[in-house]
Each structure stands twice: as structure tokens, then as C-alpha cells.
């Protein structure tokens, strides 16, 4: 998921908080991960306060109480960065979600994709990847193992 909407301009670029735009963008995507019965029970965040924020609210509206893990890594990292946290999950999680970056979460999608998926998944991600976004993979192999083209596109979803 790429974080929802954040305010232009604060103090530092990590300080940059969500705006009401990007509350209502994460909520949706949290109503969608619920309906869908996609509630994470493991989540890897950016450390920037648009990130997590992000989380907050999309646990909120997945009524879902599971604590993030901030990883430094994800802030400045590269799909490679954001792999090897994804590897880190537990092995009995069911639904990982990394909260982070464009174009890092644009990039990461390309390149899990397995290239088997559904097409209107993929028509949705071929045509950006705006805040608030996400794209929903089935993956197959134990979390340590994921690797590029291991996952197969099942869901896009944006606001």
C-alpha cells in the first residue's frame, strides 16, 4: 500500500502528516480490506508520520488491532529494502501489509507480479499507483522465501 495523502509541506519531509483528503483515502482502503476479509495480522510501515498515520487509520476502519513494525529500511529503501522486511513476517501470518513510498510500492508491485493475475487487478495498477492505493497479492511460498514474480495479482483497490 502507498500511504494516503499527506500535507505538502512541514518541518521535514518524515514530519509530513496526513491531510482530511488522505484520512478519508486510508479509511476507504481499511472499509475495502474488511469487506474483503483481509485483515493484516502483520504490518510493516516507513517510519514517516504520513505512514504511519496511514496504518492508524486503516486499522481503524478494519477494526483490526494489530501493532505495526517501523522499519527505518522502508523510508529511503528500494523494493530489494522492502522485500527483506516482508521476508521477516511470521511464518503463520496469513495477510502482511507494508505501508510505504512511491515509486517504491509502484516498483514492488511490478515486480512481485507473477504475471498470471486478474486483469482488471492489473488494469488498475497499470494505471498508477495514487495514495491511498493498494494492490492485494496471493503468495504461495512461506514469507522468508518471497521473492520477485512469486505473487499473483488478485485485488487493486483505490479511492
Known amino acids: 500500500m502507498r500511504h494516503a495523502k499527506a500535507e505538502p509541506f512541514a518541518p521535514s519531509d518524515h514530519a509530513r502528516a496526513l491531510t482530511d483528503r488522505g484520512r478519508v483515502e486510508a479509511a476507504g482502503a481499511g ?52 522485500l527483506e522486511s516482508l521476508r521477516l513476517a511470521p511464518p503463520d501470518a496469513e495477510v502482511v501489509l507494508f505501508i510505504g513510498h512511491n515509486p517504491t510500492a509502484s516498483y514492488l508491485c511490478h515486480l512481485l507480479d507473477d504475471g498470471e493475475g486478474e486483469a482488471r487487478a492489473l488494469e488498475g495498477l497499470l494505471r498508477g499507483f495514487p495514495t491511498g492505493a493498494l494492490a492485494v497479492f496471493d503468495v504461495a511460498d512461506p514469507w522468508a522465501d518471497l521473492a520477485y514474480e512469486s505473487g499473483r495479482l488478485v485485488g487493486f483497490y483505490s479511492s
Request: aromatic share 6%; proline share 6%.
Open 31 to 82: 472499509a475495502h480490506l474488511a469487506a474483503a476479509g483481509l485483515r493484516p495480522d502483520y504490518v510493516v510501515v516507513s517510519p514517516a508520520t504520513r505512514t504511519v498515520q496511514t496504518w492508524e487509520v486503516v486499522a481503524e476502519a478494519a477494526d483490526c488491532d494489530v501493532d505495526e513494525t517501523v522499519d527505518e529500511a522502508l523510508y529511503h529503501g528500494n523494493p530489494d529494502a522492502v
